[in-house]
């Protein structure tokens, strides 16, 4: 192999950046060409690839968001979209692709490996919504963004005595708001892959009040959905003044802790070693604290769950 190519796609996450030049760089290393890919699947479609050198990703480690730019490619799922891409890769000459982006991005990735394009998954997402892997690069950086709102609001929601319901992202994945709940001390934790009860929640408030608790902070995932309705049931309920506070898209953005760095350099830099051994189809990521990597199909079958174990001590704690 002497070219690949590298796109980020689907929601950017911070360590975008990072991964991006640990691929350039470890390719380069191995003496291949780079070349970046503009927009996701669209700059695929479109032919917006140029090639990188070391010093196009020169000051980017730190940055968040992604200078190749991401994108969602609705003509990317369909045959005619792939067959276009697999016509521009072949005027580019490239060889095989790292894909950095969640899993609607990975299976875009296995329709070109099916086509005949080793490609290579890296696990870009806020959302920590892979099974096969415990982090997602993005995930660490939103949490801290999380906590750091959960901070603030905690020291208002404590002057006026009242309930702040935070609304965080993760799609229909509940791992940010529970660990930016563990890590924040909320007193409830809501997320979609568990059955909640309003009156639970009620009861945990007013518990907390008896107990001559100050503030209650409760963070409900997106999945969940209903914040505001949430909202009104418990004052309804316990009486108490409620806030909602959506964090919305600040938990995309921002400079990607160490954490999300490290291992974006580690995922970026073995993707490239897998597609220079020629093997393709596969996704990278995380187990403890070893590199691994899966066959895309195996790793886009598993699903995900919530740690419970997880759920439960957050829950001890906060009484
Ligand atoms: P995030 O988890 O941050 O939302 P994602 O990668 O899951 O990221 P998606 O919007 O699901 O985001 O997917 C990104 C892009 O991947 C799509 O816009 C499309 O171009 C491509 N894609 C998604 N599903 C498929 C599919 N079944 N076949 C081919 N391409 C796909």
């Known amino acids: 192999m002497n070219t690949i190519g590298v796109l980020t796609s689907g929601g ?3 360590g975008m950046n990072a991964a991006i ?3 350039v760089r470890m390719g380069r290393n191995l003496g291949l060409k780079v070349m970046g890919i503009r927009r996701g699947y669209n700059g695929l479609i479109n032919g917006e690839i140029s090639e990188m050198d070391r010093s196009s990703v020169a000051d980017i480690i730190q ?3 992604t200078i190749l730019h991401t994108a969602r490619c609705e003509e990317f799922k369909t045959e005619e979209g792939v067959n276009k891409a697999v016509n521009i890769i072949k005027v580019f000459g490239i060889e095989g692709l790292v894909v950095i982006g969640g899993d609607g991005s990975f299976m875009g990735a ?3 490996c099916e086509k005949g394009l080793p490609s290579v998954g890296v696990p870009g997402t806020i959302d920590n919504d892979l099974a096969y892997t415990d982090y997602t690069i993005g995930f660490d950086t939103a949490i801290n963004t999380v906590l750091d709102a959960i901070n603030k609001l905690r020291d208002t929601s404590t002057s006026h005595e009242r309930v702040s319901i935070v609304e965080v992202m993760g799609r229909h994945c509940g791992d940010l708001a529970l660990y930016a709940g563990i890590a924040g001390g909320g ?3 809501i997320v979609p892959e568990v059955e909640f009860n309003v ?4 009861k945990t408030i007013l518990e907390g009040k008896l107990r001559g608790k100050h503030h209650n902070i409760i963070i409900i995932a997106e999945g ?3 914040a505001n309705e949430l909202s009104s049931a418990i004052k309804n309920i316990t009486g108490l003044d409620t806030r909602v506070t959506i964090l919305g898209h600040i938990q995309r953005g921002g400079s990607p802790t160490a954490f999300d760095r490290i291992l974006a350099s580690r995922l970026g830099a073995r993707a490239v070693e897998l597609l220079y051994d020629e093997k393709g189809s596969r996704v990278v990521g995380v187990k403890g604290n070893d590199v ?3 066959d895309i199909n195996e790793a886009l079958k598993m699903k995900k769950d919530i740690d419970h174990d997880l759920l439960k001590l957050a829950r001890v704690l906060s009484k």
């Open 12 to 14: 950017d996450a911070p």
């Open 21 to 23: 030049r640990a691929v």
């Open 63 to 65: 940055r968040g968001g």
């Open 110 to 112: 296995r329709a070109l």
């Open 187 to 189: 007193e409830s934790i």
């Open 199 to 202: 009156d639970d929640v009620c």
């Open 224 to 226: 969940v959905g209903h």
């Open 292 to 294: 691994i990597d899966a």
